[in-house]
T-cell receptor
Framework: SQQGEEDPQALSIQEGENATMNCSYK?????LQWYRQNSGRGLVHLIL?????REKHSGRLRVTLDTSKKSSSLLITASRAADTASYFC????????????FGKGTRLSVIA | EAEVAQSPRYKITEKSQAVAFWCDPI?????LYWYRQILGQGPELLVQ????????DSQLPKDRFSAERLKGVDSTLKIQPAELGDSAMYLC???????????????FGPGTRLTVL
């Protein structure tokens, strides 16, 4: 079953704008991860945030985590056409080699 | 850069036929996962291996699905017989704490897209 729910389901923006995607989940977690999936391809890991962290940055990506609200957000700044993809949040209830529970994803379209 | 390999990339079959998918994880990755992704949804775990042992197959429809990782390296996922509802992307992923990663980042293969007619 899906753990997370991403919001919005689809997002269309102009190149150069910022894109914000939100994720809510249901159970306590050890960490939350964001993945990107280009159409018809596998998933690529973007960033991981642990349950004791509130914010993390990686290049143009900024992730926040609010464990009290069981929610996370992914911000992509200065978007590019190449950022067009589906973005999924995934939660892990434990550290170590534990399966990830994915949300349904947000489809981002960046228009040049 | 090391990658997870999967084959075939695409498979079209008729219902009631048998299909098999192959995955070769990143060298040295002890943990291997098979996920199923229905169009428009996120991946859902089918089975997890640690070396050659099944750790979690609670979501694997065992009446028709089977998975093996005999030597703890590559893995095969089989469906017999295939049903219309099995049409999906089948993704393989691997991970390893022994590689020095402090967390369970998973590396995904390109997937096998199955269409059952």
């Amino acid at each position: 079953s899906q753990q997370g729910e991403e919001d919005p389901q689809a997002l269309s923006i102009q190149e150069g704008e910022n894109a914000t995607m939100n994720c809510s989940y249901k159970t306590s977690i050890n960490n939350l991860q964001w993945y990107r999936q280009n159409s018809g391809r596998g998933l690529v890991h973007l960033i991981l945030i642990r349950s004791n962290e509130r914010e993390k940055h990686s290049g143009r990506l900024r992730v926040t985590l609010d464990t009290s609200k069981k929610s996370s957000s992914l911000l992509i700044t200065a978007s590019r056409a190449a950022d067009t993809a589906s973005y999924f949040c995934a939660t892990a209830v434990n550290s170590g080699n534990t399966p990830l529970v994915f949300g349904k994803g947000t489809r981002l379209s960046v228009i040049a | 850069e090391a990658e997870v390999a999967q084959s075939p990339r695409y498979k079209i079959t008729e219902k009631s036929q048998a299909v098999a998918f192959w995955c070769d994880p990143i060298s040295g990755h002890a943990t291997l996962y098979w996920y199923r992704q229905i169009l428009g949804q996120g991946p859902e775990l089918l089975v997890q291996f640690q070396d050659e042992s099944v750790v979690d197959d609670s979501q694997l429809p065992k009446d028709r699905f089977s998975a093996e990782r005999l030597k703890g390296v590559d893995s095969t996922l089989k469906i017999q017989p295939a049903e219309l509802g099995d049409s999906a992307m089948y993704l393989c992923a691997s991970s390893s704490l022994r590689a020095g990663l402090p967390h369970n980042e998973q590396f995904f293969g390109p997937g096998t897209r199955l269409t059952v007619l």
